[in-house]
């Protein structure tokens, strides 16, 4: 594997730093304050071609590799954790699901205007009662005359208030278990398809999340992304992607962290001397730059083996549990090194932490990376345990 970035790479990745320093950061703090979800940005990330970079041009993305798409994501992840969402539900969790598995109808309905920012979509897996045990869901999706009416009920979607298009699992046959669950593209006008907003978030306050409900709504038999039966494996394929993006956020917090306590630790003076000439400060900034360099490597080398279209599951787990954990670890650190000022938010890291912390929770727990890793380690899955 090359370490080195293409030219390519680096002039993306100094475009992105740049649109975050002048677009996303100037309004951060603010949005934050008012738990504002900020519609205007999100389009202005959508005419950049930050929504849907690694989709084929001829549905509206730019065909971009996976590694140019993860230093994009650094860059707005090290501004705005909440922006940072935005593009890892609509790019890798949505239009990344709808390229792999939809028919072309669906692939020409739905991917131009969700690159292009003008639609948003979201991702509807979890619900009250299941989280982590994802084949288990409750919803349920019945054969009709024309299609199917779907009755359910999910929770924490990214993006539910707001989107214009919900990716929809169900169960069609709850015998089956796992092998039975479908994927719907649901328009959110559809009847019978609300939502309300989940207030109280410790972090990502500008970042949209919603509860939402479906009674008995109704689509047609198109409306289904894949088969039936291929819904577990539409969710996990997705999450593939989508883990890779919360790492990649996540190397962006980190670096976001280190640069906010070199230049802190510079500036503030105690004893008649700067903070940062004190080895004990040195050493929280050098412990966050390995974790920062680390997460970064573990975010290209998944990044690579997607781009070459090999297996990355198990890597892409091992990157988004370092990262994730590494984020909320940098930002603590960097919290200390703030002393009193890293408390309030006239610097970011108390942003940062309250950010990091939903990102070992999200798109699979830490114990959940965990579980995938260790199975493929051992060959045993605790869940069936005679297997
Ligand atoms: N890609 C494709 N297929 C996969 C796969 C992958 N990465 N991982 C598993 N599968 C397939 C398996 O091959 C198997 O197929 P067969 O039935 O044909 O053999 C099938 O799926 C079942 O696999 P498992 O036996 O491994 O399934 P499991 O029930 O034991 O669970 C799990 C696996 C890893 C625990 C999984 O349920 C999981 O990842 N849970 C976490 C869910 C999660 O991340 N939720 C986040 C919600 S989304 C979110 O946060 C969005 C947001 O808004 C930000």
Redesign the pocket.
Known sequence: MNLELSDEQRLISETAREFADEEIIPRVRENDRAGRFDRELARMMGEMGYLGAPVAEEYGGWGLDYIGYGLIVEQVGRADSSAR?VV??QTS?VCGSIEQWGSEEQKREWLPRLCSGEALG??A??EPDT?????NLRTRAQRTDSGWSISGNKM???LGNVAEVALVFAQTDPELK??GLACFLVPTASSGFTTQEIHGKLGLRSSDTAEVSLEEVEVPAEAMLGQVGDG??VA??A??K?RYSVAAGCVGICEGCVEASVAYAKERRQFDVPIASFQLVQAMIAEMIVKRDAARMLVLRAGDLKDRGEPS?IETSVAKLYATESAVECANAAIQVHGGSGYVDDYPVERYLRDARVTTL???TSQ?QK??IGRDATGI?A??PDA
């Open positions: 969402t890892s539900v969790l979201c991702f897996l979890t989280g982590s045990d994802a084949a924490w979607i990214s796992h092998k577990f494996k996990m394929s999450l593939d989508g599951t999200y798109e699979g959940i579980l995938i899955n869940m069936t």
